[in-house]
């Protein structure tokens, strides 16, 4: 059984009300490679491909930061935890 969309966005919107969606940021930095970061996002996000973090620190190196991924706020505060602990620059906003 499928729902109507208008049904299933309004059941979207009540969740993200009830848990709160926050953006995990990198920042770009003269620091670390290329390389570096693009392991770093696949390690600290598993979730993410290789391209998708390719195309995330591109992203990040040309416009200065780049949305990592968007979710929960605890989620968020462990994918930032472990981009910064691979010395990366990295943030939470609230979405």
């Known amino acids: 059984m499928t729902i109507p ?25 003269d620091v670390n490679s290329m390389p570096h970061v693009v392991t770093s996002l696949v390690k600290s ?10 195309e995330i620190m591109m992203e990040a190196h040309s416009a200065g930061r780049a949305v990592v ?7 968020a505060e462990l994918y930032r935890d ?8 990295a943030t939470i906003e609230k979405a």
Request: with cysteine; charged share 20%.
């Open 5 to 29: 969309t208008p049904i299933a966005h309004d059941i979207t919107e009540r969740l993200q009300k009830l848990v709160p969606r926050y953006y995990v940021i990198l920042h770009n930095d």
């Open 45 to 54: 996000v598993p979730s993410l491909s290789t391209q998708r973090a390719e």
């Open 69 to 75: 991924i968007v979710c929960p706020l605890e989620p």
């Open 82 to 89: 472990r981009l910064q602990s691979c010395k990366l620059t």
